[in-house]
């Protein structure tokens, strides 16, 4: 069974930078892409771009390029994302899915991050 | 950029009501149309993609439709689980890249 466990919620100050991860499971890590997707409270998801763990391809989402970086780690089968320079307005569930043949099949639960003073 | 427009944005529905919900894309984006459903809380649920191919599991009342810049989900007869916010995704066969539509909630009448 294809499954893709997030961290967990985070609370930080403006200006902080922080690091979700999403650890897979029950597949070839490498050989698929993990994309990440941001929600913003009642709002829909967005697409902030994809990363291909085996050569550690990334396209960013013009909207997100320069706002966050992603990275993998191959031993420990786990995606990372990196939010910089947080802002009120990044308060959002992030979350990561797998790229199926059938687009994305596979998502994590889910990380809410909350910025505030 | 693809823009992803869906119609409408809420529906009042009954159960066992026929539902349609309309995506279109800015330009074509051939098969490549996903829908999702998604319920407060958690994470979208894939139900279809290629535009027409249910994903595993998914009861047979879903369908999909279209190609090119024009797409529909049908449900043929609401069930209460359904009441849920629905988003199409455009997604290249060939690279990574996507863009999902604004949402469309459907409400109980």
């Known amino acids: 069974e294809v499954l893709l466990v997030q961290s967990g919620a985070e609370v930080n100050e403006p200006g902080k930078s922080l690091k979700i991860s999403c650890e897979a499971s029950?597949?070839?890590?490498?050989?698929?892409?993990i994309a990440w997707v941001r929600q913003m409270p009642g709002k829909g998801p967005e697409w902030m771009g994809s990363i291909f763990p085996g050569d550690v391809d990334t396209r960013y989402s013009p909207s997100f390029q320069g706002q966050v970086t992603f990275s993998v780690d191959k031993s420990l089968n786990t995606a990372y994302l990196h939010l910089n320079n947080l802002k009120v307005s990044a308060t959002a569930t992030y979350y990561c899915?797998?790229?199926?043949?059938?687009?994305?099949?596979?998502w994590g639960q889910g990380t809410l991050v909350t910025v505030s003073s | 950029d693809i823009q992803m427009t869906q119609s409408p944005s809420t529906l009042s529905t009954s159960i066992g009501d026929r539902v349609t919900i309309t995506c279109r894309a800015s330009q074509s984006i051939s098969k490549w149309l996903a829908w999702y459903q998604q319920k407060p809380g958690t994470a979208p649920k894939l139900l279809i993609y290629?535009?027409?191919k249910l994903d595993s599991g998914v009861p047979s009342r879903f369908s999909g439709s279209g190609s090119g810049t024009e797409f529909t989900l049908t449900i043929s007869s609401l069930q209460p689980d359904d009441f849920a916010t629905y988003y199409c995704?455009?997604?290249?066969?060939?690279?990574?890249?996507?863009?999902f539509g604004q949402g469309t909630k459907l409400e109980i009448k």
């Open positions: 290629e535009a027409s």
């Open positions: 029950g597949y070839t890590f490498n050989n698929y892409w």
């Open positions: 899915a797998r790229r199926g043949i059938n687009g994305l099949a596979n």
């Open positions: 995704q455009q997604y290249n066969g060939y690279t990574p890249e996507y863009s």
